[in-house]
């Protein structure tokens, strides 16, 4: 065993005394030894002896031209509050974040400028409208004295009114002009909610919304309506349905 060990030492040795010994020639330069060290600012890349490393827009470096970190010279674009896109920590296009406060408006979905809700209060519609009144007839029987109700959000306007165990509610959007408008579309919509069936819930397939008048200016609404509903059992007609609200 001591023979073996000391056979194994010479051994380790002679390879030490072979690698020291190597002309500088044979030896691996720095930029190709496939690690980071001297100077270098990536993997055998970089600093004054080594070639400029490959651009990389996601180093979270100031490098290789870039104008910001990660943007700009070879990398796209650097977010400007002039460029006509929303982007960086931009909120709106061009404005918000880094950029200058992006005017309150009635639609971007934010509590800004005057408004005491999303998209609602202030100079935008009020957020809790008044329902001034409420009537309809469902299957040939009119709602009595119905429980009115109206709610504005994210720039839509619900109106409903219940009676006898049914609700019937109109959804539009809070700045829609006069005219005719079909149910269902895209931001009109109507159903019915009948305690009585199974499932209670009828959902409009067809019909109309005619807003007869939108003061603006006065915050006043007022339109008609019609239309026929769906539960997936059976179906209710919703008729001579009429509204007034005040915001």
């Not at 890349?45 to 651009?55: I, K, L, M």
């Not at 006898?164 to 269902?184: H, L, R």
């Not at 007022?222 to 239309?227: A, D, L, P």
């Amino acid at each position: 065993m001591r023979k073996i060990t000391s056979l194994f030492s010479v051994f380790a040795l002679g390879m030490f005394l072979l690698v020291s010994c190597q002309p500088e020639a044979n030896k691996i330069p720095p930029c190709f030894n496939g690690v980071q060290d001297g100077n270098e600012t990536g993997v055998d890349c970089g600093g004054d002896e080594c070639a400029p490393c490959p651009a990389s827009c996601s180093d979270g470096i100031l490098n290789q031209g870039e104008q910001q970190i990660d943007c700009g010279g070879p990398c796209p674009l650097c977010p400007t509050c002039n460029d006509g896109i929303q982007n960086g920590l931009e909120t709106g296009v061009d404005c918000g974040g880094n950029c200058p406060p992006c005017p309150a408006s009635c639609t971007d979905q934010i509590i800004n400028g005057t408004e005491t809700g999303v998209d609602c209060g202030g100079t935008c519609v009020a957020c809790n409208p008044q329902v001034l009144s409420f009537a309809a007839t469902v299957d040939g029987s009119p709602l009595v004295s119905p429980t009115t109700n109206s709610t504005i959000a994210v720039g839509v306007m619900n109106i409903s009114g219940t009676a006898s165990g049914m609700q019937i509610s109109i959804t539009f959007a809070a700045d829609i002009d006069p005219g005719t408008y079909a149910i269902p579309t895209s931001g009109v919509a109507a159903t019915l909610n009948n305690s009585s069936a199974s499932p209670s819930l009828f959902t409009a397939t067809a019909g109309a919304v005619v807003i007869v008048s939108h003061n603006k200016a006065a915050k006043t609404l007022s339109g008609t309506f019609n239309f026929t509903a769906d539960n997936g059992a059976e179906t209710a007609e919703v008729t001579a349905g009429s509204f007034s609200v005040s915001y």
